[in-house]
């Protein structure tokens, strides 16, 4: 508190409810309008989630929530006081008052009140409060660099397989190697396009600072029709020769994980014509369930617009060879992830961490006594694989839509289903790009916390875009802990498997 001559401290006066509240103006470094929030699940209840401020990550936490317990009522609209609490905190009020002096000769313990011409507000210590709030989450034990990013190489060090990400074009099957790709992302809504050029080209963007082509896959494939369209569709980061090319596909369909001896060589005699000589290999799916084409990145971008298109990005950089970005080891990018959507919240997952994608099956087998989180059963490769439904474990109200996948997780040997509303990307995120989340905003039954890590990225229109980045290990022990808890036996039973249907 900052003493002004005279015996007096200034403090800001607030309201929470129908409460009047006042704090010591000096703990308050900004009053600002409620910023956009991305709910954090199995925080605190008092945790409405996390913002981006300033540039920086911080707890937003709702003050009637911290004062009543979990019945209180978050504010609608208000303001937001942002106070240092050791780290940022955002605590979210009804409406700001006014600043005025405190008489100090009396005394101002927690919970005084003070007397202005707008009535009595009562004094407050934020820093106790939050203290006994948050009690034991500050000193948590961080995972260190050998967590998640190393899971997948780790549980698979034993296993020789070929990771793929599969894509559905014109009602076939085709795949990329996972190592040529760098990412997938939505189409973008504004594409420079080139008249005169291929007719292979969409267009060019700018992504991450860089000229980047677009080309159709149909084309590429001589498959019936130009343009790939639909809201499934998406562009595929790929490793091209000499740089980085989008490729337009109508939509992802799976991240496929099979063993070596599934992916053969093309037959010579299928070798032949425009689009056959683009693949590379043929990998037989699981069961009996049909073959996939194994394209090459390297054969696919062999086009003399694309590669034109390439040294006019380098020229524009001021490079003359090859930048870094593009010569990058893919492997050793700092985090690719997956992400996936449930509610109005993104949430990524390491890739090394996700076996497969595939189609929530229309039916799932119940599992007797088993939680509400448990969908149901399926199998997957000879295997039983419960079904989590994320909506519940993540609190998660309203319709899920349509289109819901699983992501299969393997960790350490143990495989488990996911259901989400949606899978829409493959990102690789820079460094820059990545924090630690705020200490306050982690688990409050003090368990291993899922979300140790959350990626800031810039969009087009303005607003950030915040995706929480899950820790695999934690993710499956706190829903096996659960399950131990909950369920009685496995899973008896299951249906069909839907395999790596397109969405």
Known sequence: MSTQAGGSARVLTFRVGATRLAVPAGAVTEVLRP????????????LMGIATVRGSVVPVISLSRLLEGDGGAAPEGGRVLLFDAGEPVALAVNEVGTLADLDTAGPSPDGALYTDGDGAARLIDLKELLRRAFAGLAARTRR????ARSVGHQARAAVDERA??????????????LAEVAEAITVPDHLAYLPGSDAAMVGTVSHRGRLLPIVSARVLLGLEGGADEGRGARVIVAHGPGGHVGLLVDRL??????PAESVAAVPAVL?????EAQIQSLCRLPDGRGLVSILSAARLFRNETVAHLLAQGRAEDGEEGSSAMDTVNPDAAADRVVVFHVGGEEYGLPVDAVAEVVRLPETLTRVPKAPPFIEGAMTLRGQVLPVIDQRRRFGVAGDAGTRRRVVVTRIDGTLAGFAVDGVSEILTLSADQVCETPDLAHAADGGETIFTRVATLRTADGPERMILL??????????????????GGPPQGAVDDPGSAPP
Do not use: M
Not at 165 to 177: D, E, I, M, N, V
Not at 271 to 275: C, E, M, Q
């Open 253 to 258: 369909t799976t991240i496929l994980r099979v």
């Open 271 to 275: 070798n032949r014509g425009r689009g």
């Open 164 to 177: 793929f990400l599969a894509f559905a074009l014109a009602g076939q099957s085709y795949a990329l190697p």
């Open 470 to 487: 899950i820790e695999p290990r934690a993710l499956l022990s706190r829903t096996e802990r659960d399950l131990l808890a909950t369920l």
């Open 144 to 147: 260190g660099d050998s967590g």
């Open 35 to 46: 910023p956009p929030i991305t709910r954090v699940p199995h925080a605190p209840a008092s």
